[in-house]
């Protein structure tokens, strides 16, 4: 059975210069630890915590400044797109238009010296905001006729693609040759309203997404 010690500041202050600086060097430690045990440890524990939700917010932080910084460089875009599409918009007929610039087609073939010999506009295709308008021609010229034709259609005002061209010779009149050209002439009619609802809320929803 172990004996009780009793310790005085008497009997401690008798003893030897080094045993006293060792006790003192023990009661210290014994108190470092106790209040490191109590005090300072929980408090670590709670500062690493802190400072991981602190690198992760900072993370959080700059993403955001860098989404901010760049907000309006994606406004200037979007504002380019929306006028390079109303300029688009505004080089497309509207219905009432369509008959005048078939009739432009036309004349342009006319104008540059060609014999139109097929000339059958063919039914719209529905392209979301906007539809196509071919026109089905065959014409008859010499080549630099054909260059003039599609110089006039480049002029006109509004949108016209000329393509699925199939050049034919056709021998020599007077010492010129001539050539049989078909073509399909393309115009855009702009859709207002429910026909081009779809194509609208695709822009609009690639801008919310911006």
């Keep these: 059975m172990a004996l009780p010690i ?11 210069l080094s045993k006293r600086v060792l006790i003192l060097v023990g009661v210290n430690l014994a108190v470092a630890g106790l209040m490191y045990w109590f005090l300072i440890g929980p408090k670590y524990a709670k500062v ?4 991981m939700e602190l690198a992760g917010l900072t993370v959080k932080l700059n993403e955001s400044r860098q989404i901010a910084a760049d907000i ?3 406004l200037k875009e979007k504002e380019e797109m929306e ?3 109303a300029a688009a918009v505004a ?4 219905a009432k238009e369509i008959p005048d610039l078939i009739d432009g087609i036309s004349g342009a073939g006319v104008q540059a010296g060609l014999k139109i010999l ?3 506009p063919e039914k719209e295709v529905e392209k ?5 308008v071919p026109v089905k021609m065959t014409v008859e010229g010499r080549y630099e006729s054909l260059y003039d034709f599609s110089v006039k259609i480049g002029n006109l005002p509004r949108i016209v693609n000329l393509g699925s061209l199939e050049v034919v010779s056709q021998g020599h009149k007077n010492r010129v040759p001539v050539l049989k050209t078909d073509l399909v002439a393309t115009t855009f009619r702009f859709l207002p309203g429910d026909a081009g609802a779809a194509e609208k809320e695709q822009l609009q929803e690639g801008d919310r997404k911006k």
Excluded at 6 to 16: E, M, T, Y
Excluded at 48 to 51: F, I, P
Excluded at 128 to 132: I, L, N, P, Q, S
């Design 72 to 74: 309006p460089k994606y």
């Design 6 to 16: 009793k310790i005085n500041l008497d009997s401690v202050l008798k003893l030897p």
């Design 91 to 94: 080089q497309l007929p509207n």
């Design 83 to 85: 006028e390079k599409l």
């Design 128 to 132: 979301g905001f906007y539809a196509e």
């Design 118 to 120: 097929l000339f059958k």
């Design 48 to 51: 690493a915590e802190l400072d």
